[in-house]
C-alpha cells in the first residue's frame, strides 16, 4: 500500500482544528504522514495542535503569506506517493475512507470521491451542488469546480506547488494541472470529505469568481469558456428554481 502525506493549513481556528486532526489521526489506514502547517496563531489554536504533537508528522507554526503559500510549505516536506490537503475545519468523511480509497483501484495517479457539506454549526446541508462526475479529466472543470479540493488524492510527482498569483482560486489550477499530467484517474464512488462551508473563496466571493474565470479560460479558451458560463448560469436558475418548489 501506498504512503499518504496528508497537509492541514490553519490560522486562528481553535474551535474547529481538533475535529479536523482527529479525522486524520484515526483512520485505520495508519502510513501516514501527517503535516500541519499554522501561521503563526495567537487564538489557542497552536495549544490544541501541540496536545496531539505525537501523532503528527510535523508541525510548522510561523506566518505565511496566505493559503496557497502554506500549501507550498506543505508540499516541499511531503514525502508520500500521495497528497490529501484537509485543511482546518474540514474532516476525512469516516474512519475508514483511506483505506477504502486506495483498495478501490491500486496504483492510479488521481483518486476522487464525493463531498458532504458543512454549515458553521456542523449541521449537513447534504452532497454538494456539483456533483462528482462518474468520469474526471482535466476538461471536467468546463461547468464548475465539480470535485472539491479535500475529495482529491492525487500523486507526490504529479503535484506541482501552486501557483501564487492566483489568491483564492489556485486549487482548481492546481488539480487541472495535475489532471493533464495524469493517466489514471479513479473515482472511488464513496463520500470521502466532509466540507465547511464558508472559506476563504466563499468570503471573497466575487474575487474568486474573476479569478476562476480567468482560469478556465486559460485552460479551455476565451469563447468556449464564456459560452460554458452562460449554460453554467442555466443550470444555477434551474437549481435555485427547483429548490425553492421544493421548500414551498
Not at 503528527?56 to 500521495?82: F, R, T, W
Not at 485543511?87 to 474512519?95: P, R, W
Amino acid at each position: 500500500m501506498p504512503k499518504l502525506t496528508v497537509i492541514t493549513i490553519v490560522y486562528n481556528n481553535v474551535r474547529d482544528i481538533e475535529r479536523t486532526i482527529n479525522s486524520v489521526i484515526h483512520q485505520t489506514f495508519k502510513d501516514i504522514e501527517y503535516l500541519v502547517i499554522d501561521g503563526a496563531s495567537t487564538d489557542g489554536t497552536l495549544e490544541v495542535i501541540n496536545r496531539y504533537k505525537n501523532q503528527i508528522s510535523k508541525v510548522i507554526s510561523e506566518p505565511d503569506q496566505g493559503i496557497y503559500h502554506a500549501m507550498n510549505k506543505g508540499l516541499a516536506m511531503a514525502k508520500g506517493d500521495y497528497i490529501l490537503f484537509m485543511n482546518s475545519g474540514d474532516e476525512i468523511y469516516d474512519e475508514h475512507t483511506v483505506e477504502d480509497v486506495f483498495e478501490s483501484s491500486p496504483g492510479a495517479d488521481i483518486y476522487y470521491g464525493e463531498t458532504e457539506m458543512f454549515n458553521d454549526k456542523w449541521e449537513s446541508q447534504g452532497r454538494r451542488r456539483h456533483e462528482a462526475p462518474e468520469v474526471f479529466d482535466w476538461k471536467s472543470f468546463k461547468y464548475g469546480m465539480s470535485i472539491s479540493h479535500q475529495a482529491i488524492y492525487v500523486r507526490r510527482s504529479i503535484a506541482s506547488p501552486y501557483d501564487l498569483k492566483y489568491k483564492y482560486s489556485s486549487d482548481i489550477d492546481w488539480i487541472l494541472r495535475a489532471a493533464k499530467k495524469s493517466s489514471s484517474i479513479v473515482n472511488v464512488h464513496r463520500y470521502v470529505a466532509k466540507y465547511l462551508v464558508g472559506g476563504i473563496s466563499k468570503k471573497k466571493h466575487l474575487e474568486s469568481l474573476k479569478e476562476r474565470f480567468k482560469i478556465l479560460s486559460h485552460y479551455y479558451g476565451l469563447i468556449p469558456n464564456m459560452l460554458n458560463h452562460i449554460i453554467i448560469a442555466g443550470h444555477l436558475v434551474t437549481y435555485f428554481l427547483r429548490h425553492r418548489k421544493t421548500n414551498d
